[in-house]
């Protein structure tokens, strides 16, 4: 069994940084990728970034040039470091990871952005 723990996030002011990280355990033999979704009240969940086996990301547009993800492939965590923070960016953030094949979650992360 695969499990994803998050840490990181709370409340940051607009223009302020917050650093989410997520860390994989348990029965690994291949991550084929890992990143983050996020869930705003009342809308659907939405890819933040992805980053795969080699190192490839894909960052969605309204977080690019602000949010930047990297990796420690030896402790299997990937950290999201979010700057230039806006109140649109407030929503649980979700780590996600492609592990041996199969799609794992973890509990989720909030988030605010507020003055």
């Known amino acids: 069994q695969v499990q994803l723990v998050e840490s990181g996030g709370g409340l940051a002011q607009p223009g302020g940084s917050l650093r989410l990280s997520c860390a994989a355990s348990g029965s690994i033999f291949r991550i084929n990728a890992m990143g983050w979704y996020r869930q705003a009240p009342g809308k659907e969940r939405e890819l933040v970034v992805l980053i795969i086996t080699g190192g490839t990301t894909n960052y969605a547009d309204s977080v690019k040039g602000r949010f930047t993800i990297s990796r420690d492939n030896a402790k299997n965590t990937v950290y999201l470091q979010m700057n230039s923070l806006k109140p649109e960016d407030t929503a649980v953030y979700y780590c996600?990871?492609?592990?041996?094949?199969?799609?794992?979650w973890g509990q989720g992360t909030q988030v605010t952005v507020s003055s």
């Open positions: 996600t990871a492609n592990i041996n094949a199969r799609n794992y």
